[in-house]
């Protein structure tokens, strides 16, 4: 029998590691001049250097190494005042020159921190993530494997490679061991991923896009007895491609290692791939031996050595932190903390502010990204920002709210065709022939036939008793298809029966 | 004694994924050893004075502007390859030992 996760977590204390890779949004790759642009056809942006060709000497790109810096220090980081590229050395065919360019022992920004808030069951906690290192390298080829019954790499016959993304620069982001989390430990790892990312599009480095790959996680979990004080051992689980998947893979994992520990047996330390459609991880190389991959510093390069006055101007120039500006928005609109959180854990905040910013108002633009919009988007699975509805189409549902063109249940109609694809709001209010009912003699001539139908309730209403409108006013609406305007039914409503 | 063992040249040709008879895997041993004998001569030379350099200059900061140069056409990238399949580099199977 599997654990309950609460069984898990009462048994077992988890211990996370997290290293996030992310792209940079450079123009070139790191080392050449090749172009970094997402989705070009095959092999069309390389050349030697980035093939791996004999004689070629890579050149770092010196955006790239200004971008690491300011990530560095955005993340509280010391910057190394020397460092040097190294060779990952392993026999692989992602990368043509049988090696990776990376950093090994001289990373260029080392012990920073990160503090995240998770909403616990005493009210919201802040946790602070301790980051190793973050270090420069490049990122790999994309491999097509080709034959075999699930186009996986077991049982390929043989494998195609496209190398546009070779050399891309790569930004990777470790922590230290993260401890004392308890049961919250899926909501920080989600939390942690969540606020680096808001960090790196502040910081305009990046595009950040997990489904394309541009930010990508992966996540080790170990789980020892609670109050043992040790560390277990760790599996490290790769390709989790969405925020919620870090959520749902570091679950997995603990619910999967408890398992193994109540049985008696051992955790085995190794790479695991995450499975979207299931949520549960499968089993990576199965080879005992491991890789080593004989790190040697990189003779083509020569050491980064970033001066003071670089630094400095790199520090002052860094954008206001996501956690201040959420401060100060969270101020700006006067939001309770409860409702603040609930945004920023919907990945809300950029979008009402943009929303705000083109003339909705922040307690009604609020409400629909976290209403009907969130509702929607849970029910599709998908990241508030995917959802197929911009903050322009928003702010004009707002609008026509407002200006009493739509009422709140023709709005949520229009969210969903727009959703659905159907078009801007004013073109899925015209195709659809969305409009309040606001001709008075319609109205009340529904109305007049609502009374007619129920003359005991309106007998009611007459005598005093104000609640058994809703009855009546029902019956309009059902009368006008959702059209009317309901505040407006009601006056002319009890206006009839006084 | 020899610095590299036999076990370790076939654990080294394994992650290679180069297949060595057992006679290649005795004298590879004894062919990495005097490299490495030859290295340990160079080391010996280098005091402890002597920082550790990757590099043969005293230099640093070496860069280039992020600026876009022409890369190689596919054709261009793809001619020295053995073989090649809808412009992308085709390579025997990966990890086949393990399928």
Redesign the interface.
């Given at each position: 029998m599997a654990l309950t996760y609460e069984e898990v977590v009462a048994k077992y204390e988890p211990s996370l590691g997290l290293e996030v890779h992310v792209e940079l949004n450079?123009?070139?790759k790191m080392f050449?001049?090749?172009?970094t642009e997402f989705g070009a056809?095959?092999?069309?942006?390389?050349?030697?250097v980035c093939?791996g060709m004999p004689g070629a000497l890579p050149?770092?790109?010196?955006?790239?190494?200004e971008s690491t810096i300011r990530i560095g220090l955005a993340l509280n980081c010391a910057i190394t005042p020397?460092s040097?590229f190294a060779r990952k050395n392993?026999?692989?065919?992602d990368m043509?020159k049988n090696f990776q360019i990376s950093q090994y022992d001289e990373p260029i920004c080392t012990n920073g921190y990160l503090d995240v808030e998770v909403e616990t069951d005493e009210g919201i906690k802040t946790f602070r993530i301790e980051i190793e290192r973050v270090h420069m390298e490049e990122d790999t080829g994309k491999?097509?494997?080709?034959?075999?019954a699930t186009g996986r790499?077991?049982?390929?016959?043989?494998?195609?490679?496209?190398?546009n993304r070779a050399g891309i620069p790569l930004v990777e982001i470790v922590t230290k061991v993260v401890s004392g989390t308890g049961k919250y430990a899926p909501e920080v790892a989600k939390a942690y991923v969540k606020e680096l990312r808001d960090i790196l599009r502040s910081l305009g480095v990046s595009d950040v896009k997990m489904e394309q790959g541009s930010l990508r996680c992966d996540a080790n979990v170990s789980l020892a007895p609670t109050g043992s004080g040790k560390l277990g051992t760790r599996s490290e689980t790769k390709n989790v491609n969405s925020l919620r998947s870090v959520e749902r893979a570091v679950r997995g994992e603990m619910i999967r290692h408890a398992g193994l520990l109540d049985k008696g047996e051992r955790v085995i330390q190794e790479t695991r791939h995450f499975q979207e459609d299931t949520g549960a991880t499968r089993s990576g190389?199965?080879?005992e031996?491991a890789?080593?991959y004989r790190y040697f510093?990189?003779?083509d390069?020569?050491?980064?050595?970033?001066d003071a006055e670089w630094i400095e101007r790199l520090r002052s120039d860094l954008p206001e932190k996501p956690s201040v500006r959420r401060a100060r928005l969270q101020d700006q609109w006067q939001v309770p903390d409860k409702e603040m959180a609930a945004m920023v854990n919907a990945g809300a905040v950029d979008l009402v502010e943009e929303t705000v910013a083109l003339g909705a108002d922040p307690t009604k633009a609020r409400g629909w990204w976290l209403g009907e919009i969130s509702r929607l988007a849970n029910e599709a699975e998908i990241e508030l920002n995917a959802v197929g509805i911009s903050p322009k189409q928003v702010a004009r549902i707002v609008e026509l709210i407002s200006v009493g063109e739509l009422t709140d249940k023709l709005a949520r109609q229009v969210v969903a065709s727009v959703i659905a694809g159907e078009g801007d709001p004013d073109s899925v209010i015209a195709t659809k022939g969305i409009k309040v009912v606001s001709d008075e003699s319609s109205l009340i001539a529904a109305i007049e036939k609502a009374i007619a139908a129920q003359p005991d309730i309106a007998e009611k209403v007459r005598s005093g008793h104000l609640p058994a409108a809703g009855a009546l006013i029902g019956a309009v609406m059902k009368e006008t298809k959702g059209q009317a305007d309901a505040a407006r039914v009601r006056e002319l409503l009890l206006g009839l029966l006084s | 004694m020899p610095r590299i063992s036999r076990d370790e040249v076939a654990?080294?040709a394994?992650?290679?994924?180069i297949t060595l008879r057992d006679e290649e895997l005795s004298g590879l041993a004894g062919q990495i050893d005097g490299i490495l004998d030859a290295v340990a001569v160079v080391q010996e030379a280098a005091g402890a004075d002597v920082p550790?350099m990757?590099?043969p200059?005293e230099?640093?900061?070496?860069?280039?502007?992020?600026?876009?140069?022409p890369?190689?056409?596919?054709e261009a990238?793809?001619s020295g390859a053995p073989a090649s399949?809808?412009?992308?580099?085709?390579?025997?199977?990966?990890?086949g030992e393990?399928?």
């Open positions: 450079t123009q070139t050449c001049g090749c172009a056809a095959p092999n069309t942006q390389t050349c030697p093939l050149v770092v790109n010196e955006k790239a190494i020397k040097r392993y026999f692989y065919p043509p491999s097509l494997h080709v034959g075999g790499i077991h049982g390929a016959e043989y494998s195609l490679l496209d190398y190389r199965s080879k031996q890789e080593d510093p990189e003779p390069l020569t050491p980064v050595a970033p | 654990r080294i394994a992650l290679a994924r550790a990757s590099h200059l230099i640093t900061n070496v860069t280039r502007p992020d600026v876009i140069v890369s190689l056409t596919p990238s793809l399949e809808e412009s992308r580099f085709r390579v025997p199977q990966i990890l393990e399928a």
